[in-house]
């Protein structure tokens, strides 16, 4: 399921671009211009994805050691929009029977630092997720927990990379920074089809600027005649050889919840 990497002709014209510009003065105009677009492509990413109200799926997911041997977990996933902030989403896991009845809690925010708690039937406790974890591994999984947050414009500072042709779909690619002091990463590169604005690609680069991860998504369909959502995201560390795999078996909107149903405690009695 990876896929070859295939933009590095197109990043040495680009350097070779700002060399020149570099020599004439220009530089700061082509950065400035970069920022501008990668802002603006940004934006209309997440506009595509607002007035979707509330949603409830079932997810399977699998994890795979770097010898391919896997393990596998049974979620469900509640998650609710939140008007002038990030989305509350509430995951439960429902099986195998050592983390059945695990919950986690995430109040995704537009400026805050995120909050996030996680109730663990061993020790009958809720426990929150400090700022300065947050890079750490999601359950065992390839997703760090900073990864399990809505995407908010406002997180990231932006710059517009190029475009590239990406599985026959025409491509925007940019790089985004995480505002977040805390972050596991340096920056992430974005794929998105130009037609809807749909991420199909994101490469993760820890602190060092080194690749980490490299997260896919597929089998994208249409909800509510606006909304697209893909069926399959493939998180691959690119350091380790261990992968994730989420597969959404079902999903549904406008299912009946509110906000009241995401509280920290009711943790406990999440099924």
């Known amino acids: 399921m990876r896929l070859t990497n295939k933009f590095f002709a197109g990043l040495i014209v680009v350097a070779f671009a700002s060399a020149i510009q570099a020599q004439t003065g220009n530089q700061t105009t082509a950065g400035d211009d970069a920022t501008a677009k990668g802002l603006e492509i940004a934006k209309e990413r997440k506009a595509r994805d607002r007035g979707w109200n ?5 997810v399977t997911m699998i994890l795979r050691n770097a010898q391919g041997q896997e393990a596998t977990r049974e979620m469900k996933v509640d998650t609710i929009e939140v008007e002038n902030d990030g989305d509350k989403a509430m995951t439960v896991f429902q099986s195998p029977r050592d983390v059945s009845g695990t919950a986690f809690l995430s109040f995704s925010h537009v400026v805050e630092p995120d909050e ?3 109730y663990l039937p061993a ?7 400090a700022s300065r974890n947050k890079s750490g591994p999601f359950m065992g999984s390839e997703f760090a927990f ?3 947050t809505s995407y908010e414009v406002e997180k990231f500072d932006y710059e517009y990379v190029g475009d590239e042709t990406l599985d026959g779909q025409d491509m925007f690619i940019l790089d985004q920074f995480p505002r977040y002091e805390f972050s596991g990463y340096s920056r992430q590169r974005v794929w998105l089809d130009k037609e809807h604005y749909r991420v199909h690609k994101v490469e993760f680069y820890d602190k060092k600027g080194d690749l ?3 997260l896919e998504f597929k089998d994208f369909k249409l909800y509510k005649d ?3 959502r893909p069926m399959v995201s493939y998180m691959y560390n690119e350091q380790t050889n261990k992968s994730t795999e989420l597969i959404t078996e079902s999903l549904a909107f406008d299912v009946g919840i509110d906000e009241s149903d995401f509280d920290k405690n009711s943790l406990r009695r999440a099924r």
């Not at 509330?54 to 079932?58: Q, Y």
């Not at 020790?123 to 997720?129: G, S």
């Open 54 to 58: 509330n949603s409830r799926s079932e």
């Open 116 to 118: 996030q708690w996680i």
């Open 123 to 129: 020790l009958k406790r809720v426990k929150r997720i």
């Open 146 to 148: 900073e990864d399990m």
């Open 212 to 214: 980490l991860k490299t």
């Open 226 to 228: 606006a909304f697209w």
